[in-house]
Structure formats: C-alpha cells, structure tokens
T-cell receptor, first 115, second 114 residues
Framework: GESVGLHLPTLSVQEGDNSIINCAYS??????FIWYKQESGKGPQFIID?????DKRQGQRVTVLLNKTVKHLSLQIAATQPGDSAVYFC??????????????FGKGTHLIIQP | GAGVSQSPRYKVTKRGQDVALRCDPI?????LYWYRQALGQGPEFLTY????????KSGLPNDRFSAERPEGSISTLTIQRTEQRDSAMYRC????????????FGPGTRLTVL
C-alpha cells in the first residue's frame, strides 16, 4: 500500500541551530498530516498538524511546510534545545467517511542535538 | 486519569498462550486506536473504534488478533495462540473524535513471546 516515508534516518545539529526534518508521502489523496515526537521509552507526542488546504503552519518554535505538488512535508525546529532530541515521525490521516481512520507513520528521523 | 493508560506495561508469555492487553482512553474521547510498533519503526495501525463500534480492523495481521470496546470506553486487544513474531510494543491512542483530531498515545505494552 501507499506509505509515508522519511529521507534521513539520523540528523545531528548543534544546540541553538535550526533543524529541518523532511518527509515524502506517496498518497496524493492524503488531506491531513501530523508530526509526532517520540522520546526514548515514551509514546508518540503530537507536535503539530496541517491540513491539505494549507501550505504552512506555525507553532511554538516549530513550523510545518506542505508542498502538495511534490508530496513533501517538512518540520522546522528553531533554536534547538537538548530536549528536542528524539525520533520524529510524520504521519498521514486520510479521512474516508467511515473507512480507515488510523494514522500511517513513516519510519522516523532521529534528531540528535549536539551541545 | 490525565492521559491514556495501558496495562500491563510489560507482558512476557510463552508461545501458544493467549494474551489480553488493556487500554483506558482519555475520559470523553470517542475514538480509540490500536497500533503496533516494532523497534526503530513508526507505529503500525491495527484497528480503531468510535464509541463501541469497531470502524476498521483492516490492520489486524490475522484472525488471531481481535479487539473490543463493549461500553465505548476501555478496550481490550486480544492475541490468541501467540507466536514469537507477535513480540512488539502495542500502543493505544485516543482522540476526541476520529478524523483530523489529535491522537494521544499511551505508554504502550511491551509484549515478549518466548
């Protein structure tokens, strides 16, 4: 089946720098995308979401960009902190009016913040 | 409670035994989801409920897996005749209601089948 995937398995950045995590999705019908953060030993934690009628959404220190033309999603984290070290997953949710409503996750990018 | 809870947190069983994993969603959340997560991978969708109705079970690997949510709150994922390949982290999530709503994940149950 179609799936969401990530370009880079590991990303190392210096504390204070900005980081960008990328994700490619293959289902052109997807209309909702989410970024999750997962710290070691914990469940995924919601960061930010975006609907397909938007191309950018900002949160606290995070921005998600959606390019539907090339089916690409990115998560930008500004001024990274040690607490940002985690695995980041992009996921898609295609609402099909009673059909599958679960999330399809990519493989994850491990973000490492260097002191 | 404040978040999604799951029990047990760890379960070790012998091959061929049945196991039941419990999920207690956030109070008032209509939708409840089950996922399975292998080490180093993203969660894989198994099934989900709106209230007590199972809406989609297309992600369940085979007929040894079943889930129920009889009163629209607590859910149980049952695996019959466990096999070693069933070993994984089983995660539950809940949301206010289905599509386009944030799913809150529980801490998971680590299942090990010997």
């Amino acid at each position: 089946g179609e799936s969401v995937g990530l370009h880079l398995p590991t990303l190392s950045v210096q504390e204070g720098d900005n980081s960008i995590i990328n994700c490619a999705y293959s289902n052109s019908a997807s209309d909702y995308f989410i970024w999750y953060k997962q710290e070691s030993g914990k469940g995924p934690q919601f960061i930010i979401d975006i609907r397909s009628n938007m191309d950018k959404r900002q949160g606290q220190r995070v921005t998600v960009l959606l390019n539907k033309t090339v089916k690409h999603l990115s998560l930008q984290i500004a001024a990274t902190q040690p607490g940002d070290s985690a695995v980041y997953f992009c996921a898609e949710n295609k609402y099909s009016g009673g059909g599958a409503d679960g999330l399809t996750f990519g493989k994850g990018t491990h973000l490492i913040i260097q002191p | 409670g404040a978040g999604v809870s799951q029990s047990p947190r760890y379960k070790v069983t012998k091959r061929g035994q049945d196991v039941a994993l419990r999920c207690d969603p956030i109070s008032g959340h209509v939708s409840l989801y089950w996922y399975r997560q292998a080490l180093g991978q993203g969660p894989e969708f198994l099934t989900y409920f709106n209230y007590e109705a199972q809406q989609d079970k297309s992600g369940l690997p085979n007929d040894r897996f079943s889930a129920e949510r009889p009163e629209g709150s607590i859910s149980t994922l049952t695996i019959q005749r466990t096999e070693q390949r069933d070993s994984a982290m089983y995660r539950c999530a809940s949301s206010l209601r289905g599509a386009h709503n944030e799913q809150f994940f529980g801490p998971g149950t680590r299942l090990t089948v010997l």
